[in-house]
């Protein structure tokens, strides 16, 4: 599946944004969808999880409470929402994907990525 994710930019802190990773060319349905995180000179990092049917949900514990990750599979997409953000959220934000019914917190576990789109969050 190709993914495409978008609503990255600058907030202030405490404040909110909604990204988006839009799918195409794979049964989006039967996909295990993620979010990760990558700072300037640190390692790439999970940031929320979905499963395919989006009852199962799971988070870092950095975001806990603060991100909400969803998806619609009518439209293909799933969303993150990230409300009461802090500088420490400023990274890159990859979405990915997988052909599975187990839910990954892994890079490793992901087989299809989106281009990333920036947060950067202001003090």
């Known amino acids: 599946v190709q993914l495409q994710a978008s609503g990255g930019g600058l907030v202030q802190a405490g404040g909110s944004l909604r990204l988006s990773c839009a799918a195409s060319?794979?049964?989006?349905?039967?996909?295990?969808m993620g979010w990760f995180r990558q700072a300037p000179g640190k390692e790439r990092e999970f940031v929320a999880a979905?499963?395919?049917?989006?009852?199962?949900?799971y988070y870092a514990d950095s975001v806990k409470g603060r991100f909400t990750i969803s998806r619609d599979n009518a439209k293909n997409t799933v969303y993150l929402q990230m409300n009461s953000l802090k500088p420490e959220d400023t990274a890159v934000y990859y979405c990915?994907?997988?052909?599975?019914?187990?839910?990954?917190?892994?890079?490793?576990?992901?087989?299809?990525w989106g281009q990333g789109t920036l947060v950067t969050v202001s003090s």
């Open positions: 990915a994907g997988r052909r599975s019914s187990v839910v990954y917190s892994t890079t490793s576990g992901y087989y299809d």
């Open positions: 060319g794979g049964t989006f349905s039967r996909y295990v």
């Open positions: 979905i499963s395919w049917i989006g009852g199962n949900t």
